[in-house]
Each structure stands twice: as structure tokens, then as C-alpha cells.
């Protein structure tokens, strides 16, 4: 599509936007996509225009500039008649920024905010710098010798974040949401039998998904802020004599409402009804930040997402079978072609791992990212991620307010999700942090959609930080009207902090 000049009047009327001799777009989203607007000198300059791509709407200041309408309406000039390149002055910037005002909400660049932005939701997390320099790279030929070589450790290497020694793990080029739909269609067929856990909106999609690829779902629904209903599990797991019953899924971590639920006791409970139902195990944000035993457990297909715990960008859905997985994956009818295992261990068995070409990027960040956890030890990254969830909960409990979460065993260590009074709306406070002290918190979702917000925890994130964003958030709160007591959850937390935190060991 062509590139249109905006610029923007003081106050030309909305009714105008086509005035200047542009054609009329034939796009039904042409006015929340571009905005054509006049640009009037002013004493200091001769003009001034951004230009917008009409593919992305973002704003390029700075590059192709168009000198277009000196004369005020109705005379009546193209925006393309005259062009030059030019460089706006600094003195216009914040003028410019008032211009953009007109964009359409959401098709725009925000103005750059000073320092760095704080970045606390459960997901996307922080990219340490190691990660961005072992993915600031050129692309490779993945069929050659390095790629394999570097994939080979990879699939060694991932197995020790799941604990498994029998696990075969596959790394997909998709999400958390792609690796679902992996683990469901290579081990079920359509129209088995599924007990699914309802505790949050992830799980909640996830078991739309499930519906959606025809499984037969027996859904067990709690309170949102409370975990799995295992003695309802436990009911119909006896009662199931005929053993219909071919999955049981769950959400490990549930980061809509900060509940991570208790995999160990869902394996007792397969064990002792001695059912052979798969146990499948969405571990999105828990694997690398809370304990998971994937041998221990019992837990025959477990799956995360890159840009969580590992702290990577999104883009890679790792999964990981057991052998009684992919025992299944051989008689199960749903259909699959990307997410087909099979294309995958052909590949293994030939030494080049790959059916599909993988991000090099990603594959050279992600041998960073396991370097830096091992490095740390993954017992230790575990105990942090404690460390910083018992510290939040410290701060939320010192400014008054209550934990989604319901019960202490169900506390989640990667995110916390925090009711705020019945006079706030909860989604004031994430803008508020965004637009003001460009701090990132999660929303509350679905249910409890203006109720709670939520602080994330997870990933390649120290201390010093997480006081950071609570100091932030105390800010947030008394802004939209929650008088807190500044420094009260910073000083809860830090106490508990100054005494948990352990020495740096390669710098004693």
C-alpha cells in the first residue's frame, strides 16, 4: 500500500482528512489506518510531517518529510507535491507529540520513556543481556554441520529442566498455545474421554481448545482463586472402571490467579485408583522457576513456552514425552501435521533434528538462556523465585490487600495476583504504572477483570528489582485512590529479603 504523509493542524476538522487531494482508500479500516491531516508553518519552521505506513501505522519521525499545504482552507494543495528530506527540530518533538494524538489508539509508536521499563508481568519476561548477545546474529544454514551439533545439546540439555532422564523433548517453532495443541493431538484421538481442570482463564483456554479439537472434556471447575478440585479427580478416577477416562489435563501454574497446584498428589492419585490415564501437564510458568519432577511425577507430556521462566522471547513451545507417550503417539487418530512428532524423530534418527527450518536466533539464545540457569543451578533459580514470591505477598499483605490465591498451598512463586478495593478498578492501576512510571503489570483477565492486578516474578530478574516494582506499585496505588503507606510493602519485603538472600557465589 502507499505511504501518506500526516501531519496535523491545530484544529482542522475531522471531516477534512481527505481534503488534500489524496485518494480515497478503498480499505474499510482506511480511518483507523491512516490520517491525513494539513501542516501549517509556523515562525520557526517551514513544515513538518510524519510519515505513516499504511501496512503498520506506525510513526517514522524523522525520515520522509513533504512540505504540502501552506495556505490555509480552502486552498487546497496534494501532500505530494512537494518533497524533501529533512530532520525535525528537537524544539518540535513535544508538538509532534501532540499531533499523534490524532492517530487512531493502538496504531502508533509510544514516545520513548527514559531508563528502562519495568517489566513485571507473569510473561513475556526480561531478556538478560547474555540471551540478546547470543541472538545477535546472521542467519545459518540449518543443514549444516553447526546447526545439528548445536541442536544435539540442546535436546540433551532441556531434558535436566524438566528432570527427566527418559523424556524426548521436542523444540516447536510456536507458543505456549501451539504446544497444547502438540500434546493433545499426538497422544489422544477424537472423541477421548479428558477430566480438564477449570481455575483460570489459561486453563480455561485450554480447555477450549480441547472442545475445539473434538475431545470428549469432563471439566472440573473451581472457585477462580482457588486450585484443582483433586478430590473431585479422585471421585471419578473410581468410579471410571472401565478406564474411558484417557487423559487428565492441568495447568501447573494457573498465572490468571497466581494458583500452581499440586502435581504430586494428581500422581498419587492415578497410582492409586491404578489408572492408566495419561497426565499432561501445561507447565507455561512453573518449569524453570518452581519445582517440577516430570520422571517423579508421573507426567507423561509437560510443555512450557520460551518466553516465561526461560526468559527468551517468545516463539519456541518446548515439549517433552514420556516413553508411555509416545507409546500413544502411535495409535492416535487426530490429525496433525506441524505438530506431528513423528516428522520430528524421523529427523532425530537421521542426525539433522529438524523437518522444518528452526529460528537460528532462538536456538543460539536458548543454548544462553539453559547456560545461565545452570550456571545459577536450577535449585538455586527455584529457591529464588521462592524468595521473591514470599517477598511480594509480604508487601501486598503490609499495604492491606488480599491475595487472589486462597490458600497458602496454593501460592503461586512466578506471579501474584492482588484484589484491590471494591472502589478501584484494578485495570486503572496497570495504565497508571504504564503511563506514569513505565512499569509493567499484568491485567487481571475474564472473571476477575478489573478486580485484581498482577505481579510477575519469573525469569531472569534479581531482588533489587522486584523492590523496584513494589516501591512502583505503592506509588500506582495511592495515585488512583489507595491510601497506602509509602515504603510499607517495600520495607516488608526488604526485611524479609536482607535476611533470605544468599551470597553471589562466584564472587566470594
Known amino acids: 500500500m502507499r505511504e501518506w504523509l500526516a501531519g496535523c493542524p491545530l484544529s482542522p476538522p475531522a471531516d477534512e482528512s481527505s481534503s488534500c487531494g489524496c485518494p480515497p482508500s478503498d480499505d474499510p479500516n482506511h480511518s483507523s489506518i491512516l490520517t491525513q491531516r494539513r501542516i501549517y508553518p509556523s515562525k520557526d519552521f517551514s513544515a513538518a510531517g510524519i510519515l505513516l505506513s499504511a501496512t503498520s501505522g506506525r510513526a517514522r519521525i524523522g525520515t520522509q518529510l513533504t512540505l504540502p499545504c501552506f495556505a490555509p482552507p480552502p486552498i487546497l494543495c496534494p501532500p505530494f507535491?512537494?518533497?524533501a528530506r529533512l530532520f525535525l527540530w528537537p524544539h518540535l518533538l513535544l508538538q509532534i507529540r501532540r499531533w499523534t494524538k490524532v492517530l487512531p489508539k493502538g496504531k502508533m509508536d509510544f514516545f520513548y520513556a527514559p531508563g528502562r521499563n519495568h517489566l513485571f508481568v507473569p510473561g513475556p519476561v526480561n531478556i538478560p543481556e547474555p540471551v540478546i548477545r547470543a541472538m545477535n546474529r546472521n542467519n545459518e544454514d540449518y543443514r549444516s554441520p553447526a546447526v545439528p551439533a548445536l541442536t544435539k545439546t540442546l535436546l540433551e540439555d532441556v531434558k535436566k529442566i524438566f528432570k527427566t532422564t527418559s523424556g524426548t523433548p521436542f523444540l516447536i517453532?510456536?507458543?505456549g498455545t501451539g504446544a497444547w495443541e502438540s500434546a493433545l493431538t499426538n497422544t489422544l484421538s477424537p472423541g477421548d474421554k479428558i477430566v480438564s481442570f477449570l481455575i483460570g482463564q489459561f486453563s480455561l483456554l485450554w480447555i477450549d481448545q480441547q472442545q475445539r479439537l473434538n475431545f470428549n472434556v469432563d471439566v472440573i471447575e473451581s472457585e477462580w482463586g482457588r486450585g484443582a478440585d483433586l478430590d473431585a479427580l479422585a471421585s471419578k478416577l473410581a468410579a471410571d472402571w472401565s478406564h474411558s477416562i484417557k487423559a487428565v489435563c492441568i495447568v501447573h501454574n494457573e498465572t490468571a490467579t497466581g494458583v500452581t497446584n499440586n502435581l504430586a498428589t494428581v500422581r498419587k492419585l492415578l497410582d492409586e485408583h491404578n489408572h492408566p490415564a495419561l497426565l499432561l501437564v501445561d507447565g507455561v510458568s512453573s518449569i524453570c522457576a518452581i519445582d517440577f519432577r516430570m520422571d517423579e511425577w508421573g507426567v507423561d507430556v509437560a510443555l512450557t513456552g520460551s518466553q516465561k521462566a526461560l526468559s527468551m522471547p517468545t516463539g519456541m513451545g518446548i515439549v517433552c514425552a514420556s516413553p508411555k507417550a509416545l507409546e500413544a503417539a502411535k495409535s492416535a487418530k487426530?490429525?496433525?501435521?506441524?505438530?506431528?512428532?513423528?516428522?520430528?524423530?524421523?529427523?532425530?534418527?537421521?542426525?539433522?533434528?529438524?523437518?522444518?527450518?528452526?529460528s537460528i536466533q532462538l536456538l543460539y539464545g536458548f543454548r544462553a538462556a539453559l547456560d545461565l540457569l545452570?550456571?545459577?543451578g536450577l535449585d538455586n533459580v527455584i529457591a529464588r523465585h521462592s524468595r521473591l514470591g514470599k517477598a511480594t505477598r509480604l508487601a501486598v499483605e503490609a499495604w492491606g490487600l488480599k491475595n487472589c490465591t486462597q490458600k497458602e498451598e496454593w501460592f503461586s512463586d512466578t506471579v501474584t495476583a492482588v484484589i484491590v478495593p471494591p472502589h478501584i478498578n484494578s485495570s486503572d492501576v496497570v495504565k497508571r504504572a504504564w503511563t506514569r512510571y513505565n512499569l509493567s503489570l499484568g491485567l487481571g483477565l475474564n472473571k476477575v477483570a478489573g478486580k485484581v492486578f498482577r505481579i510477575g516474578h519469573l525469569g531472569n530478574l534479581n531482588d533489587l528489582q522486584l523492590l523496584g516494582c513494589l516501591s512502583g506499585v505503592e506509588m500506582v496505588l495511592r495515585d488512583v485512590g489507595y491510601q497506602v503507606k509509602l515504603g510499607s510493602g517495600v520495607a516488608a519485603a526488604a526485611a524479609y529479603l536482607q535476611n533470605t538472600i544468599p551470597m553471589i557465589s562466584s564472587r566470594i
Do not use: A, H
Open 374 to 376: 545452570f550456571e545459577e
Open 334 to 358: 487426530s490429525v496433525r501435521v506441524f505438530f506431528d512428532w513423528n516428522d520430528y524423530l524421523k529427523f532425530y534418527k537421521m542426525g539433522t533434528y529438524w523437518p522444518y527450518t528452526p
Open 81 to 83: 507535491i512537494y518533497k
Open 173 to 175: 517453532p510456536t507458543t
